[in-house]
Structure formats: structure tokens, C-alpha cells
Nanobody, 124 residues
């Protein structure tokens, strides 16, 4: 089964940019829908962005549309989340999920595989 490892989190000032990565191993991401979710302290895990398994369609939460871009590099077997114009409310642990031949669901329970998460903190 696919294994996922996130990286690239850190501390950034409001208005800044950051890119987080999710490297997959043991299976190719080309057969998985890939998604980013995030979880802030005391809150439920929430959907951020997803790409369906063929890579033809992507989806975003309203709160990040126009600021975040998710894309995948099949040669590196990695997906990325490029985040711009970051806000303090974007502070959370960001998790990468994989759903075998999925269509880019916004529901976390549709994703069978998860990484360990990477912390993103937006603060001055």
C-alpha cells in the first residue's frame, strides 16, 4: 500500500507563502486521488484541496480558493500544496491523504492512507 510523508511546514508571517510536499512510496500516485486536509487545535480535520486520480480535476475549499494551488509531479511521485497570502487562520497541521482510484472527495473517511502531518504556523 502507498506510504505518505509530508514535509515543508514551518513558521511564516501573514501574507507570506509556503509550499508543503507529500512524497509517496511503494505505490504510484497516478492511481490515487490525493488530497490535503488540515486540523487546527480543538477543531475537526477539514478539507483543503484534492486532485482526482487521473489528475484532470482539482477541488478546493472555499476558504483557500485563489490562494492555494495543489499539483502533482508524477515523476517524483509527490504532490504539493503551494500556499500564498497566508492568514493566521491557516495555522494547522496539514495532512496528505490518498484514495485508490478516487474522484477527489472532500470527506476524510474516503481516504484510506494518511501521512503523519506537517505543522504550518502563520504568525507575526
Amino acid at each position: 500500500q502507498v506510504q505518505l510523508v509530508e514535509s515543508g511546514g514551518g513558521l511564516v508571517q501573514p501574507g507570506g507563502s509556503l509550499r508543503v510536499s507529500c512524497a509517496a512510496s511503494k505505490r504510484t500516485i497516478s492511481t490515487y486521488a490525493m488530497a490535503w486536509f488540515r486540523q487546527a487545535p480543538g477543531k475537526e480535520r477539514e478539507f483543503v484541496a484534492a486532485i482526482e486520480w487521473s489528475g484532470h480535476s482539482s477541488y478546493y475549499a472555499d476558504s483557500v480558493k485563489g490562494r492555494f494551488t495543489m499539483y502533482r509531479d508524477s515523476a517524483k511521485n509527490t504532490v504539493y500544496l503551494q500556499m500564498t497570502n497566508l492568514r493566521p487562520e491557516d495555522t494547522a497541521v496539514y495532512y496528505c491523504g490518498a484514495d485508490y482510484y478516487g474522484l477527489g472527495s472532500q470527506f476524510q473517511y474516503d481516504y484510506e492512507h494518511w501521512g503523519q502531518g506537517t505543522q504550518v504556523t502563520v504568525s507575526s
